[in-house]
């Protein structure tokens, strides 16, 4: 049968009962679980403490637990408050960016693009912010719209015939990364430089043949110009063109002197006019001869012939002579044997045969008018 002996704890004084088999015994307070010895029975002595316990383990043990929570749960906390101040610095910044954006719509319904973009850099560099989509969307709006500014300038120029202007604006437009109207502003630039000094317009008329700068300066029409698609670069380089196209006829003119020059100094342009003397004595001799145009228009004058197209229906009817197929013949084949002549000789160009070309044309022809008695003069050639 088990006797129960009643201790109080040395540490907290709680009264504990404990049963005779745990005599001689270490158990633990039920309140602070401080070690306590229970004596052999028969033998009550006092308690002795443990060797390698001492007071107040308890609340050593109530620290340790309370300084590992703290380790634990410090972390936490500190993430915590810590995410909890960053979104309020979020929303803090997100809210300047949206006061920048709104002043700048402000700005760009005024079309102050320059303000505008400087609110909307100044937004996108907002230290934590984190709704920036608008104001970046609304910046490449801006640039595009600044960089416009250069377009629509480099028209107005052309409108004003302000060529170099317009050329250096569309160069800037293009040199902009923003720049939405590339497929406009590239072929215009390229038209635009198409003729931009007297220089060019001068080799432009210099490459031309005689019939088409004759048809330039008659009707203003080039096909050089066919590429150029905007009216008002057109009409710049048109009026280049013209201004330029007296020197350039009055070029032809002393080259074609020169050209001339050089050819009646050759046997083939003598032989020529050796020719046409010989056959026009020859003419004369048979009764016929050239026709004093002077006495003819006195003439005229009597008889109140007034109108072109008059006097050369009575010319034609007064002294019309049966064709001379012989002199003819003769007249044809010296056409043909001077120009292949002249082809022999090395010194003269492809112009210089048309030259001489057209002078052995105009003599012949002439010859040919006065075999049948009608007005002689070849027009010469565009």
């Given at each position: 049968?088990?006797?129960?002996?009643?201790?109080?704890?040395?540490?907290?004084?709680?009264?504990?009962?404990?049963?005779?088999?745990?005599?001689?015994?270490?158990?633990?307070?039920?309140?602070?679980?401080?070690?306590?010895?229970?004596?052999?029975?028969?033998?009550?002595?006092?308690?002795?403490?443990?060797?390698?316990?001492?007071?107040?383990?308890?609340?050593?043990?109530?620290?340790?637990?309370g300084?590992?929570?703290?380790?634990?749960?410090?972390?936490?906390?500190?993430?915590?408050?810590?995410?909890?101040?960053?979104?309020?610095?979020?929303?803090?910044?997100n809210?300047?960016?949206?006061?920048?954006?709104?002043e700048?719509?402000?700005?760009?319904s005024?079309?102050?693009?320059?303000?505008?973009?400087?609110?909307?850099?100044?937004?996108?560099?907002?230290?934590?912010?984190?709704?920036?989509?608008?104001?970046?969307?609304?910046?490449?709006?801006?640039?595009?719209?600044?960089?416009?500014?250069?377009?629509?300038?480099?028209?107005?120029?052309?409108?004003?015939?302000?060529?170099?202007?317009?050329?250096?604006?569309?160069?800037?437009?293009?040199?902009?990364?923003?720049?939405?109207?590339?497929?406009?502003?590239?072929?215009?630039?390229?038209?635009?430089?198409?003729?931009?000094?007297?220089?060019?317009?001068?080799?432009?008329?210099?490459?031309?043949?005689?019939?088409a700068?004759?048809?330039?300066?008659?009707?203003?029409?080039?096909?050089?110009?066919?590429?150029?698609?905007?009216?008002?670069?057109?009409?710049?380089?048109l009026?280049?063109?013209?201004s330029?196209?007296?020197?350039?006829?009055r070029?032809?003119?002393?080259?074609?002197?020169?050209?001339?020059?050089?050819?009646?100094?050759?046997?083939?342009?003598?032989?020529?006019?050796?020719?046409?003397?010989?056959?026009?004595?020859?003419?004369?001799?048979?009764?016929?001869?050239?026709?004093?145009?002077?006495?003819?228009?006195?003439?005229?004058?009597?008889?109140?012939?007034?109108?072109?197209?008059?006097?050369?229906?009575?010319?034609?009817?007064?002294?019309?002579?049966?064709?001379d197929?012989?002199e003819?013949?003769?007249?044809?084949?010296?056409?043909a044997?001077?120009?292949?002549?002249?082809?022999?000789?090395?010194?003269?160009?492809?112009?210089?045969?048309?030259?001489?070309?057209?002078?052995?044309?105009?003599?012949?022809?002439?010859?040919?008018?006065?075999?049948?008695?009608?007005?002689?003069?070849?027009?010469?050639?565009?």
């Open positions: 049968m088990h006797r129960w002996l009643r201790l109080p704890c040395s540490s907290c004084g709680t009264g504990m009962i404990f049963s005779s088999r745990h005599a001689g015994r270490w158990r633990r307070c039920s309140g602070c679980q401080a070690p306590v010895h229970v004596p052999p029975l028969g033998k009550p002595v006092a308690s002795a403490a443990p060797p390698t316990t001492r007071r107040g383990n308890s609340c050593w043990r109530i620290w340790a637990f300084a590992v929570a703290a380790i634990v749960l410090a972390p936490g906390t500190w993430w915590l408050l810590h995410e909890r101040e960053r979104a309020r610095r979020e929303d803090r910044a809210q300047v960016v949206a006061d920048q954006v709104a700048a719509r402000v700005q760009i005024r079309q102050r693009w320059d303000e505008a973009a400087a609110l909307l850099q100044t937004a996108l560099t907002t230290d934590k912010a984190t709704n920036l989509d608008e104001a970046r969307a609304l910046l490449a709006h801006v640039r595009g719209e600044q960089a416009a500014i250069f377009f629509r300038s480099a028209e107005s120029a052309l409108a004003n015939r302000r060529p170099t202007q317009a050329a250096s604006l569309l160069r800037r437009y293009l040199a902009d990364p923003h720049a939405t109207e590339r497929d406009r502003a590239v072929p215009l630039l390229q038209q635009l430089d198409l003729v931009t000094t007297d220089g060019e317009a001068l080799a432009i008329l210099h490459r031309l043949s005689y019939a700068l004759a048809d330039f300066a008659r009707n203003g029409t080039l096909a050089e110009l066919e590429s150029v698609t905007h009216p008002d670069v057109r009409a710049i380089h009026e280049r063109l013209r330029c196209l007296e020197r350039e006829i070029r032809r003119e002393e080259e074609h002197a020169r050209r001339v020059q050089s050819i009646r100094a050759t046997p083939a342009f003598g032989e020529l006019q050796d020719f046409v003397a010989l056959t026009r004595r020859r003419l004369a001799a048979q009764g016929g001869g050239e026709i004093n145009y002077r006495l003819l228009a006195r003439l005229f004058r009597e008889l109140n012939v007034n109108g072109a197209d008059e006097q050369r229906r009575l010319l034609g009817k007064l002294n019309r002579r049966p064709l197929f012989g003819a013949e003769k007249i044809a084949r010296m056409r044997s001077l120009k292949e002549r002249f082809r022999t000789y090395p010194e003269f160009d492809k112009t210089d045969r048309e030259i001489f070309a057209w002078i052995v044309d105009q003599e012949t022809n002439r010859l040919l008018q006065d075999l049948q008695g009608l007005p002689s003069g070849t027009p010469e050639p565009s």
